[in-house]
Every structure is written in C-alpha cells, then in structure tokens.
C-alpha cells in the first residue's frame, strides 16, 4: 500500500509540473507547491480586500490572488490580514509569500523588494450628480466647485491643476462626505481615486462618473529581494492573466468598468521582469 501510494503520489507531482510548465514555458519556481498560496493584505481596504458581513474574505485582490493559486497548481489562498504600516515587515519575515494588495511601485520601495511588472495603473476619478450633463473633459469643470478629500493625492493634483483647470477647490476630511457633496449638489463634482468612484457609481445611484486622469503611477506584486524565482513564476501567470482577459475581467466584475486603455492591466513586457525604471527590472 505505501508503494501504491508513493507513485500514485510521484505521479501527480509529475502531472502537477508538467501542466504548470507548459503554462509559463519557463521552469517551476515555487516553494511551496503543495500548501495554500499565503499573501499579506490589508482588510479594510474594500472593494481590493475586505471582511463581508458572513466574515467570509473577498475582493479584486483576493480574487486574482486565488487565480494566481489556481495556475499554481495550489490548493487554495491563505490571506493574512495584516495592517498596511505592517504589510512591508511581515513580507521580509516571512508570514507570507507575497503582498497581495494595491502596492504602489516607488523608488524607495524598489530598493527593499521585488515587484512584478505592474498589473494596474492608477487614475483619478471624477463624479458628478446623475442629473448633470456629462462632461467630454475636465475643461467642462471650469467655474464649478470640485470637492476632494482633504490633505489627499487628489489634493495634491487639485493644488498642481486646479488654477490652470479654472475650478473652485472644496475639501472634506471624510470620503463619505466629498460624495454627499455630489448628491446634495453643493458640489458640482469631486475627484477621487479612481476605484473609488467606480465602486461609489455602484452603491450610490444618483451619481455617475466622468472624465479620469491617468496619475503615471503603477501597482504591483511585492516578494521580498531573496525571492526572484518565485517572482518571476507569479509574474508569467500575470501577463497570461492579461493576454486571456481574466485579469480585466475580474477587475471589472468588481468595479463596474472595463480598465482604461493603455493600462498596465491591458500591456505585457515581453522582455523584462519587473517595473520599469525600478530596481529588481532586468531581462527574462
């Protein structure tokens, strides 16, 4: 019986090796092939990572996380929830295997990881009220009030564009409160993240989106600096993610929208691994 159920055992790693290969067309690189895929994410963070009222965990994060899983040839994800000011620690001590969560790539951060190439592009979003006339661009904006979050990125671009722009800035402390601004139509239109206004179009119904503007920033996987070859592995499984459509498909399932042309959710480098213009960038 031990016998039996060694080869039977040896053959489905054989199996399990041969079918992963002939996905990535490059060697198996995974440390852990037999136990749940284990990724750090932050649980307040919806729609990209959060508790729903079951205590069941769901997301886009958590989503493409088990579909990276899936390819692997792992049984499963195993989400440690950690707090995102611990996030980066947790990785280099190895509680998980990589962050899965909205990890903008930065030249500090390069410097203490490794990221994938990057599968999202970030933008700002803006809302309006449902009754307004849609807006064909942001010079629609000009004598309006534009509310934001207060001390936030998008302040940051309102501080950089507004004048040139000709809006009026109005800022709240609370996200809850920019949108209310919208409903009520004290504010013509604010201007968020990008998936934030996408999931607010979804839960609030008297508002609708209207022009966005691409930040230049990317997100992307983080592993710790020992840990290219894996790196590499979950990397292949994101650009065919990309090539068959799964990864916009997620995305839009959870945001509502298709992602913005050019994106990095819609380009694969065919020639490197890793983030462009960062550290951990180099040939495949």
């Given at each position: 019986?031990?016998?039996?159920?060694?080869?039977?055992?040896?053959?489905?790693?054989?199996?399990?090796?041969?079918?992963?290969?002939?996905?990535?067309?490059?060697?198996?690189?995974?440390?852990?092939?037999?136990?749940?895929?284990?990724?750090?994410?932050?649980?307040?963070?919806?729609?990209?990572?959060?508790?729903?009222?079951?205590?069941?965990?769901?997301?886009?994060?958590?989503?493409?996380?088990?579909?990276?899983?899936?390819?692997?040839?792992?049984p499963g994800v195993d989400v440690i929830e950690t707090p995102v000011a611990s996030l980066f620690p947790g990785l280099?001590?190895?509680?998980?295997?990589?962050?899965?969560?909205?990890?903008?790539?930065?030249?500090?951060?390069?410097?203490?990881?490794?990221?994938?190439?990057?599968?999202?592009?970030?933008?700002?979003?803006?809302?309006?009220?449902?009754?307004?006339?849609?807006?064909?661009?942001?010079?629609?904006?000009?004598?309006?009030?534009?509310?934001?979050?207060?001390?936030?990125?998008?302040?940051?671009?309102?501080?950089?564009?507004?004048?040139?722009?000709?809006?009026?800035?109005?800022?709240?402390?609370?996200?809850?409160?920019?949108?209310?601004?919208?409903?009520?139509?004290?504010?013509?239109?604010?201007?968020?993240?990008?998936?934030?206004?996408?999931?607010?179009?979804?839960?609030?119904?008297?508002?609708?989106?209207?022009?966005?503007?691409?930040?230049?920033?990317?997100?992307?996987?983080?592993?710790?600096?020992?840990?290219?070859?894996?790196?590499?592995?979950?990397?292949?499984?994101?650009?065919?993610?990309?090539?068959?459509?799964?990864?916009?498909?997620?995305?839009?399932?959870?945001?509502?929208?298709?992602?913005?042309?050019?994106?990095?959710?819609?380009?694969?480098?065919?020639?490197?691994?890793?983030?462009?213009?960062?550290?951990?960038?180099?040939?495949?």
């Amino acid at each position: 019986m031990l016998r039996i159920a060694f080869s039977a055992l040896l053959l489905a790693l054989t199996m399990m090796i041969g079918a992963a290969g002939a996905r990535a067309q490059a060697p198996i690189a995974d440390p852990g092939a037999f136990r749940p895929l284990s990724v750090g994410s932050d649980l307040t963070f919806p729609p990209f990572a959060f508790r729903q009222p079951d205590g069941k965990i769901a997301g886009f994060s958590v989503d493409v996380a088990w579909e990276i899983a899936k390819r692997l040839g792992r049984p499963g994800v195993d989400v440690i929830e950690t707090p995102v000011a611990s996030l980066f620690p947790g990785l280099n001590a190895k509680r998980y295997e990589f962050i899965a969560a909205p990890i903008v790539v930065t030249s500090e951060r390069a410097q203490q990881m490794l990221f994938t190439e990057p599968y999202m592009s970030t933008a700002y979003g803006t809302l309006l009220h449902i009754d307004e006339p849609d807006l064909a661009s942001l010079d629609g904006l000009k004598g309006k009030t534009v509310a934001m979050i207060r001390g936030g990125q998008a302040d940051a671009w309102v501080g950089e564009n507004g004048g040139r722009l000709g809006f009026e800035p109005q800022r709240f402390d609370r996200a809850a409160d920019v949108i209310q601004s919208v409903v009520d139509k004290k504010s013509y239109a604010a201007v968020m993240d990008l998936t934030l206004a996408l999931q607010t179009v979804k839960q609030v119904k008297l508002v609708k989106t209207g022009p966005s503007v691409p930040t230049g920033r990317v997100i992307a996987f983080a592993f710790r600096q020992d840990d290219a070859a894996f790196r590499n592995r979950v990397e292949l499984i994101v650009e065919e993610m990309k090539r068959d459509g799964q990864l916009a498909g997620i995305y839009q399932a959870w945001f509502g929208a298709k992602p913005l042309d050019g994106s990095a959710m819609l380009t694969v480098d065919d020639t490197n691994f890793g983030a462009a213009g960062f550290a951990g960038h180099g040939p495949k």
